[in-house]
């Protein structure tokens, strides 16, 4: 468990500097500049993830379960992957609504994604990861939200194309997750099976 909360702890913290400390890290690149900065970066969030993954392979060996999660939640769960896999994919596609209207599509799809996942988990290592993520989520959209209302800078409309493509993609992959066994391939678990 300790390997799991260093693990998240380094992700997640390297990730939020830009967000919830953008003048120490700004300060920092000034000071040793950007290459060292990308370096480090790379490297914390490389460890950080190895050990969150590992850390949470080794919990779930001795799952310590906190409540069993009601019946159906594993259908919300499949639900709002659907949506949190739209919004992954509306960060990438270029033109399209989504991302002109929420402007930090990828940080709400983390959020989707950890508040699906909290929903049908019920075990000590399940909240620890998914409750992490979600609480950096909720904090990360709010900062970034700060910043767009403080910035004059305005993002273009968005198209009904680009937002199509966003939605098909985004369904293609949730689809490849739930059924296609992509989730079963890099998790261990196939979700649908669960829904019940």
Known sequence: M????IG??????????QS???KWRQNWIQR?????????????SLLGLYLLVQGYAQARLEPMLLWTPPRGMQHATILLMWVAMVLLVA???PGNQIKAKLRHPMTLSVKVWALG??????????VILF????VWSVLVFRAARQRDRMSLHSVPEGKLLGTL?????????????LMGGLHLWLVGVMPFTRAV
Request: proline share 2%.
């Open 117 to 126: 996942h909290l929903l049908s988990n019920g075990n000590l290592a399940d």
């Open 20 to 22: 919830l400390a953008p």
């Open 131 to 134: 409750g992490g993520f979600l």
């Open 91 to 93: 960060t990438y596609v």
């Open 165 to 177: 493509l966003a939605v098909v993609l985004g369904t293609g992959i949730w689809a490849a997750f």
């Open 8 to 17: 998240l702890t380094l992700f997640l913290g390297i990730h939020a500097l």
């Open 32 to 44: 040793r500049g950007a290459l060292v900065y990308k370096g480090v970066y790379a490297a914390v």
């Open 2 to 5: 300790l390997q799991l909360l």
